[in-house]
């Protein structure tokens, strides 16, 4: 019931190890975060879709969509890449993809995955088909879908840009620019400011049982597809359940200073009208319950509390432990 906290244990259950079928699963974002989600929902699931921003400037991405026109490839890479399977085969094109190129020439900075998913876009002119393409060479788990059909960019208000005017409010534009200030970003726009959805990505959050927001730059890589018309007309009325993954941190230039109730708090005012059913954090990254409790009631959902972090230190998720705790969630 909304409002209500569950402590999920470590237990393991299969999915469909019950005859039932596998949930359709839409998961959201990009980077590093969607990577985590992906590579625990590839465990539960047989049929994961991955919706990805198309948004970045920096890089590789960036020099390809400069010179060429097309949309952003490296989150579209690494989705891939988190959905490669375990086994011998999954495990080296995996690495393949996201090899990087180390010279002094041109190729420095590239990597195979981004060189060949923009070969197959201009082969066949159609970048659904270029990436379900790289998808079935990978042998991946699912399926990777961009937001949009169109290469986009992201602009920022930010509180504080230029630390000698702690209080003004600027424009910053580009992901990367956005992801770096020194202030504090306020919300998010898109440019152009209605673009176009991806066809198949409306189609599959229609069709989804679950849709998963987050982990992942809040700003940058979660709140744009609420900012896609037709995304999130579809996100708001689909029949699918939502679930949110919190970060395990905040995120410095995005969301320094961030309480995990602050992260429902701007999902909110950038998308008014969306209901969430299930928000998950890891239990040692909350320390106050009651205020994140209210804010998921807020949402009409319930607060999922579980040992999710990674054991070595470092601010990411255990996709085997993110994995079990989807398992029971969808099972609710």
């Known amino acids: 019931m909304p409002g209500t906290t569950h402590q999920l244990d470590g237990e393991d259950t299969s999915a469909g190890s019950d005859g039932t079928a596998s949930p359709r699963v839409v998961a959201l974002g990009g980077g590093h975060g969607l990577h985590a989600s992906l590579s625990a929902l590839r465990r539960v699931t047989a049929d994961v879709t991955a919706v990805v921003t198309v948004a970045d400037d920096g890089g590789s991405s960036g020099r390809l969509r400069r010179e060429l026109g097309v949309l952003p490839p490296g989150d579209l890479r690494m989705a891939l890449s988190a959905l490669c399977g375990d086994d011998e085969w999954g495990h080296t094109w995996s690495e393949v993809i996201q090899h990087r190129f180390r010279s002094t020439g041109e190729l420095h900075g590239h990597t195979v995955g981004n060189l060949l998913i923009v070969a197959l876009w201009e082969l066949l002119g159609d970048s659904v088909a270029g990436l379900d393409w790289v998808g079935q060479l990978l042998g991946a788990h699912g399926r990777v879908l961009p937001m949009s059909s169109i ?3 992201i602009a920022a208000e930010v509180e504080g840009e230029d630390p000698k005017r702690p209080f003004d409010v600027t424009t910053v534009r580009g992901q990367v620019a956005c992801a770096s200030t020194r202030g504090r970003v306020r919300s998010v726009s898109l440019v152009p400011e209605k673009p176009p959805a991806s066809p198949q990505a409306v189609k599959a959050i229609r069709e989804a049982d679950w849709i998963v927001f987050g982990p992942g730059s809040w700003f940058t890589s979660v709140l744009p597809h609420l900012l896609v018309p037709e995304l999130a007309e579809a996100l708001v009325t689909s029949p699918a359940r939502r679930a949110v ?78 994995a079990t705790v989807f398992r029971k969630v969808f099972a609710c």
């Open 151 to 153: 290469p986009l960019e």
């Open 245 to 322: 993954t919190l970060n395990l941190s905040p995120q410095q230039g995005e969301t320094d200073g961030f309480r995990p109730e602050t992260h429902l708090e701007v999902l909110a005012a950038h998308a008014p009208g969306l209901n969430v059913d299930v928000v998950l954090a890891d239990t040692g990254t909350v320390q106050e319950v009651e205020p994140l409790r209210d804010a998921v009631a807020d949402l009409g959902g319930r607060l999922v509390l579980a040992d999710v972090s990674a054991q070595d230190g470092a601010p990411h998720h255990d996709s085997e432990a993110l």
